[in-house]
Nanobody
C-alpha cells in the first residue's frame, strides 16, 4: 500500500516563507513524476510546479521566481520551497506523484495541506 504524507503548511504573514514536504512510502519501485498543485476556495485546482519530461522545473507564472520545487530520491520526498508569499497564495496545496509499481505507472495525491498568507 502506498501513502503520501504532506507537511509544512500553516499560517504566515505576507512576505514570509514556508517549505512543504511530501513523503511517499510503501511498495513501489520509483517516483516517475512529481508536482505540486493548489486549490483556493471557489477556484479550480491549478498546477503550481512540476518537472518537465526533460527533468527541468516548470512553474506557474504566478509563482515564478518565488517558489522552488525539488526532490530527494533517496528519501522519496518532494519539496516546495515558497518564498515571498502573498495573500493570493492562500490555498490547499496538494502533491502529486506518479509511482512505478510493477510494470505500471500510477498517479497518487497527497492529502493536502493548508497554506494561509495574511496581509
Amino acid at each position: 500500500q502506498v501513502q503520501l504524507v504532506e507537511s509544512g503548511g500553516g499560517l504566515v504573514q505576507s512576505g514570509g516563507s514556508l517549505r512543504l514536504s511530501c513523503a511517499a512510502s510503501g511498495s513501489f519501485f520509483s517516483i516517475a513524476a512529481m508536482g505540486w498543485y493548489r486549490q483556493a476556495p471557489g477556484k479550480q485546482r491549478e498546477l503550481v510546479a512540476t518537472f518537465t519530461n526533460a527533468g527541468s522545473p516548470d512553474y506557474a507564472d504566478s509563482v515564478k521566481g518565488r517558489f522552488t520545487i525539488s526532490g530527494d530520491n533517496a528519501k522519496n520526498t518532494v519539496y516546495l520551497q515558497m518564498n515571498s508569499l502573498k495573500p493570493e497564495d492562500t490555498a490547499v496545496y496538494y502533491c502529486s506523484v506518479d509511482l512505478i509499481i510493477g510494470r505500471g505507472r500510477f498517479p497518487f495525491w497527497g492529502q493536502g495541506t493548508q497554506v494561509t498568507v495574511s496581509s
